[in-house]
Nanobody
Framework: QVQLVESGGGLVQPGGSLRVSCAAS????????MDWYRQAPGKQRELVAD???????TYADSVKGRFTISRDNAKNTVYLQMNSLKPEDTAVYYC???????????WGQGTQVTVSS
């Protein structure tokens, strides 16, 4: 059974850092592309970063140079390290995976990140 559980969100001041985690079960995070999305109030959910099975990463222009996606294969966990945070980074952050053989999407419950002074 595929499950994604995010953690690590919270309140941080502008310019600060935060790392959110996505613990996966039911599959190996090395098997498929793993994504981080975010959704701010009143806005559509947007793709922030992804990492594929070959360790290639991509980032949204808005976070490039500030965010880093990575994974710990032993812990079967994907991380999003967020530095130089801005108020506009405030959102609920979601972990996502699509299982290719079924084309089914799985989402975590989300973790709130608030950037405010």
């Amino acid at each position: 059974q595929v499950q994604l559980v995010e953690s690590g969100g919270g309140l941080v001041q502008p310019g600060g850092s935060l790392r959110v985690s996505c613990a996966a079960s039911g599959f190996k995070v090395t098997w498929y592309r793993m994504d981080w999305y975010r959704q701010a109030p009143g806005k559509q959910r947007e793709l922030v970063a992804d990492i594929n099975s070959g360790d290639s990463t991509t980032y949204a222009d808005s976070v490039k140079g500030r965010f880093t996606i990575s994974r710990d294969n032993a812990k079967n966990t994907v991380y999003l390290q967020m530095n130089s945070l801005k108020p506009e980074d405030t959102a609920v952050y979601y972990c996502h995976v699509q299982i290719p053989i079924t084309s089914r999407d799985y989402w975590g419950q989300g973790t709130q990140v608030t950037v405010s002074s």
